[in-house]
């Protein structure tokens, strides 16, 4: 299995890796510690979900930062997101920080965070429920070829949710 392009729901878990998920691991750390975002973003995955390493939910969070921080867009979208799971612990200032992340990664066009922030909208999480809103975003998503988005924006017309 390549990690190389891992997120939190394709990794397989730490005690069933092989020796290449460890070696590919110890160069994601290596490339990690050299500030690259995308090996930053990899490696919190890995350390979110137990992936050839012990599961470490501040690792985690830390690495997401560091790849947030330089504008990785999907690392700004899982920082949002254990933001809004309450997984990053004292790191949290406000669910406005959440809120914050996932507009920034819904700038770049990352499909799964304007999936989250239409979700934030539909329910009325971090934002004033705005249906029309939750549409437009899970739209935007859709047309991505987001699955989930696809489903759920189909539930908003057969309900009439946000919908003309």
């Known amino acids: ?6 997120n939190a729901s394709s990794a397989t878990d730490v005690n069933n890796g092989t020796e290449d998920d460890l070696d590919e691991v110890q160069q994601l750390r290596l490339h990690a510690d050299k500030g690259c975002a995308p090996a930053q973003c990899n490696l919190a ?7 050839g390493v012990k599961q470490d939910d501040a690792e ?6 560091l790849a947030a921080d330089k504008g990785s867009a999907i690392a700004q979208a899982m920082l949002g997101t254990c933001y ?4 990053a612990g004292d790191q949290v200032d406000s669910a ?3 809120l914050q992340l996932f507009c920034l ?3 770049q066009g990352l499909s799964n965070a304007q999936m989250s922030l239409g979700m934030c909208y539909e329910h009325g999480m971090l934002v004033d429920k705005d249906p029309v809103k ?3 975003l899970y739209r935007l998503a859709a047309a991505q070829g987001l699955d989930t988005a696809q489903g759920t924006l189909g539930m908003c ?8």
């Open 134 to 136: 939750a549409v437009q």
């Open 105 to 107: 990664a819904v700038d």
């Open 60 to 65: 985690a969070v830390r690495l997401y930062r």
């Open 84 to 87: 809004l799971k309450g997984t």
């Open 1 to 6: 299995m390549s990690l190389a392009g891992t």
């Open 45 to 51: 995955s890995c350390y979110m979900e137990g992936i």
């Open 157 to 164: 017309y057969e309900n009439g949710t946000g919908v003309d």
């Open 96 to 98: 406005a920080d959440a």
